[in-house]
């Protein structure tokens, strides 16, 4: 975000990583044990288990993945590149940070990607 921008903005944004950092980082992936399952023939509760056990697993990589794009946003806020689309190296506008603080590109080089931002 360049200097022209408030800092409230970037305090704002800052607030805004900074929460959602802390409730992603308390949440540890869930381990199962398949071998409790092995030799048996697959029934209903099994094979909701093994959904459930998926469907977990799906969802610790994308906490993951979200959780690297804020520690990235948070080291461009320190290095000072924060708000730079790096596509263009435009300013991102202080609405689009405010809604997506870990953003990366400005809205046309989203666009033009055809991206969906997480």
Request: aromatic share 4%.
């Amino acid at each position: 975000m360049r200097r022209s921008d408030s800092k409230v903005s970037l305090a704002n944004c800052l607030a805004l990583l900074l929460a959602k950092r802390a409730e992603l980082l308390p949440r540890r992936p869930i381990k199962f044990d398949s071998s409790a399952h092995a030799g048996h023939p697959p029934n209903e509760d099994q094979v909701m288990l093994h959904h459930d056990e998926y469907v977990s697993i799906k969802l610790s990589d994308l906490e993951h993945d979200q959780l690297r794009r804020i520690e990235a946003a948070l080291e461009r806020l320190d290095s000072g590149q924060y708000g730079s689309c790096i596509e263009c190296g435009g300013t991102i506008s202080a609405r689009r940070l405010e809604a997506i603080p870990w953003a990366t590109r400005c809205v046309q080089c989203e666009d033009d990607l055809g991206a969906v931002p997480m």
